[in-house]
């Protein structure tokens, strides 16, 4: 019981604050201030939370998450510094942190030499785009994915956990990717990639990536589509895997996404491997410092090739966020997961539970502008 009561508590504290800072200004409050030294533009954060696991697993881990993995104790998600030189034509971005969460990132990395450094540097590349290609950007180096609904820093997404489609999906990529847009509304773009999650290949095969994106101020469609060869030591079989993600934004409150992905990794002489997931969020902002954000989703590993058990997985999750000055905002979320075969840590009996629910508070600090 002691957890609960800190979660309605701490819930309850910063709903009378919000209610306070509210009432001296009836406006939204600007935007954070661009931190800049000379050409450089500066941002980062310092994200944390406690989290409780009903099922008390004697591992202390939640299970199926990405990053919010350790069950029942404080834990530093990340900690993320940004360095950003716009392109004029030639720019970068680099990115250093630290924190359990890109542990996880980084855990497929097959680099031996130096893999403790790159899992420090989540993204590094730099960019060409002279005014003179009308609007054509080509990036170089190691980038985040351009799958999925979600992103990987906390404050920009909806809710403090991730999806399963975000945990099961790739994260980062090394290599070159070129954009164009192709009309007022339509922006296309190509990318040349070792694979997944990988700054050093694990194989002579490369991945294609071809992306589109169609925005309006209402709706945005965006499509990714990487096909290439992922097996360890070996070309043969290549992975498909498509994602799209379509944004509704009726009213400057509500928001809403849909994204489904579907993926096949191919197997010679052999059964293929295939997977799919649907994932339906809703955020509605009641206030410029108080908003929901509930998210449900179906995750069907029927081969048991991204989980290790075929089973089909669902979960619900419920956000609320307080944002208690401008670069500051807590998250009090609950979750619950839940599959068709026993897989969840209960006590000490590993994968023996059908469900998992979790509470969780979060505090993220951030400056510099949201990109």
């Known amino acids: 019981m002691f957890l609960p ?21 009836s406006s939204s409050p600007p935007g954070p201030p661009t931190w800049s030294a000379g050409p450089i533009d500066f941002s980062g954060l310092i994200d944390g939370y406690y989290s409780f696991n009903a099922n008390h697993p004697a591992s202390r881990t939640n299970n199926l998450r990405n990053f919010d993995v350790r069950a029942n104790q404080f834990s530093l998600n990340m900690a993320k510094l940004e360095m950003q030189h716009a392109p004029d034509p030639v720019g970068f971005r680099l990115d250093l942190g630290l ?52 992103l990987t820093e ?5 809710n403090y956990s991730r999806a399963l489609l975000y945990a099961n ?15 007022s509304w339509f922006t296309a773009g190509v990318q040349i990639i070792n694979g997944w999650n990988n700054v050093e ?87 410029d410092w108080f908003a929901l954000a509930p998210r449900f989703e179906v995750y069907d590993d029927r081969k048991g090739f991204i989980t290790g058990v075929a089973q089909q997985l669902k979960e619900f999750t419920f956000t609320s966020e307080f944002k ?33 629910t979790t509470l969780l508070v979060g505090f993220i600090a951030y400056f510099g502008p949201k990109r």
């Open 201 to 287: 290949d694990n194989n002579s095969g490369k991945t294609l990536g071809f992306t589109t994106a169609m925005t309006s101020k209402k709706v945005s469609w965006f499509n990714t589509y990487y096909v290439g060869p992922e097996k360890t030591g070996t070309n043969d079989g290549a992975r498909h895997f498509w994602d799209t993600v379509l944004n509704l934004n009726p009213t400057d409150q509500a928001s809403f996404y849909v994204n489904f992905d579907y993926g096949v990794d191919k197997v010679k002489s052999g059964q293929d491997n295939d997977w799919y997931g649907v994932s339906f969020a809703h955020r509605y902002a009641f206030t």
């Open 154 to 158: 906390t404050h920009l997404a909806w």
């Open 5 to 25: 009561k800190i979660f309605f508590f701490a819930a309850f504290a910063i709903l009378a604050y919000g209610q306070t800072d509210s009432s001296q200004s």
């Open 99 to 150: 924190g359990r969460a890109f542990d996880l990132f980084h855990a497929t990395e097959p680099m031996k030499d130096g893999a403790a450094i790159m899992r420090h540097i989540p993204q590094a590349y730099l960019t060409i785009a002279p005014k003179s290609w009308n609007g054509f950007t080509f990036d170089f180096g190691k980038f985040y994915t351009s799958a999925g609904a979600e």
């Open 324 to 356: 208690m000055k401008e670069g500051f905002l807590m998250r009090a979320e609950f979750r619950r997961d839940w599959s068709n075969q026993p897989y969840f840590d209960r006590g000490n009996e590993p994968g023996s539970a059908k469900s998992q």
């Open 169 to 183: 999906g790739p994260y980062y990529h090394f290599g070159a990717r070129m954009s164009k847009p192709l009309t």
